[in-house]
């Protein structure tokens, strides 16, 4: 089975700086991995994945999340944030063979002006 | 990217009556859909896993007598909160996949259920 955590619940964070949620997973198989973001009462959005090749992956809204296989990590990072990107942010595995998503507890990035 | 809709967003029903969620995949074809319970500050927990014409497959601890899933046609299922009481209340989001390389799942808005 897999899991997954993100270690930090709440992230505060000034408009304008930088910002890095964690997420760290646990399988004993090889895995696929996203990060999702999900805005007040709606559902979710992939934000950006990582499936194979190279282990830096980036997003069209300036986010980016780096696959370290020996640490089991899928931190994601913004240089600079908005204030929409105020939302809560999920991190997820999937098995490469399988087609059910685990998600982790979520991390809700509030940003301040 | 696909679009997948439900329908309420939102309902209110009384403790003991029978409410049905719909979730629409608009511009594929669903093969799998699949059905989230997420509480308030939660995560997202997957409840039961439906293929096309077959019956449904649930996590455990998901009771399927009272969640009820139906996966009729490759854009639509349903799911089926009967007798529901208060701790049933909920944000219930569906997703649907179309298969592929890794099997992504497209997401619906959600719909938000309070029994009273």
């Given at each position: ?113 | 990217?696909?679009?997948?809709s439900q329908h309420p967003s939102w309902v209110i029903c ?5 409410v049905k969620i719909e979730c629409r ?53 349903t799911l089926?909160v ?10 219930y ?15 619906g808005p959600g719909t938000r259920l309070t029994?009273?």
């Amino acid at each position: 089975a897999q899991s997954v955590t993100q270690l930090d619940s709440q992230v505060p964070v000034f408009e304008e700086a930088p910002v890095e949620l964690r997420c760290n997973y646990s399988s004993s198989v090889s895995v696929y991995l996203f990060w999702y973001v999900q805005y007040p009462n709606q559902g979710l959005q992939l934000l950006l994945k990582y499936l194979s090749g190279s282990t830096l992956v980036e997003s069209i809204n300036g986010f980016e999340a780096e696959f370290n296989k020996s640490q089991t990590s899928f931190h994601l990072r913004k240089p600079s944030v908005h204030i929409s990107d105020t939302a809560e942010y999920f991190c997820a595995v999937s098995v490469r063979s399988g087609n059910k998503l685990t998600f982790g507890g979520g991390t809700r990035v509030l940003v301040k002006p | 990217g696909a679009v997948v809709s439900q329908h309420p967003s939102w309902v209110i029903c009384k403790s003991g009556t029978s409410v049905k969620i719909e979730c629409r995949s608009l511009d594929f074809q669903a093969t799998t859909m699949f059905w989230y319970r997420q509480f308030p500050k939660q995560s997202l927990m997957l409840m039961a896993t439906s293929n096309e014409g077959s019956k449904a497959t649930y996590e455990q601890g998901v009771e399927k007598d009272k969640f009820l899933i139906n996966h009729a046609s490759l854009t639509l299922s349903t799911l089926t909160v009967t007798s529901a009481h208060p701790e049933d209340s909920s944000f219930y989001i569906c997703s649907g996949s179309a298969g592929g390389s890794y099997n992504e799942q497209f997401f619906g808005p959600g719909t938000r259920l309070t029994v009273l």
